[in-house]
């Protein structure tokens, strides 16, 4: 079983930035497409970014200026960089992966494994 964890959440005043980290078992870094989802109070999940094994990345049209997707491979990890913040942005955000060797955030049926998810609230 694949497992997966965020951290970085945390709460900040609108126009501010956060980073979340998701920490990647190594022997699936690879192989695996990755993407990140948020699902905030009382409405559904939706893909925010994804990023195939190959680097290539794509981004949620409304977040695409604001949002980046990113692989360390020296440290197994996934990030996702958050800036000029919006309180629309408040939610539980998920890194998830994929053994596809393409994937994309518009399909979260895509992916097999998930994170727990780590809380971004944003105030006014």
């Known amino acids: 079983q694949v497992r997966l964890k965020e951290s970085g959440g945390g709460s900040v005043r609108a126009g501010g930035s956060l980073t979340l980290p998701c920490d990647v078992p190594?022997?699936?870094?690879?192989?695996?497409?990755m993407a990140w989802f948020r699902q905030s109070p009382g409405q559904g999940r939706e893909g925010v970014a994804s990023i195939q094994r190959d680097g290539e990345t794509s981004v949620m049209g409304i977040v695409e200026h604001r949002f980046t997707i990113s692989r360390d491979f020296a440290k197994d990890t996934l990030f996702l960089e958050m800036t000029s913040l919006t309180p629309d942005d408040t939610g539980m955000y998920f890194c998830?992966?994929?053994?596809?060797?393409?994937?994309?955030?518009?399909?979260?049926?895509?992916?097999?494994?998930w994170g727990p998810g780590t809380q971004v609230t944003v105030s006014a």
């Open positions: 998830a992966a994929a053994r596809r060797y393409y994937c994309t955030w518009a399909n979260d049926g895509d992916y097999t494994a």
């Open positions: 190594s022997t699936i870094y690879g192989d695996y497409c």
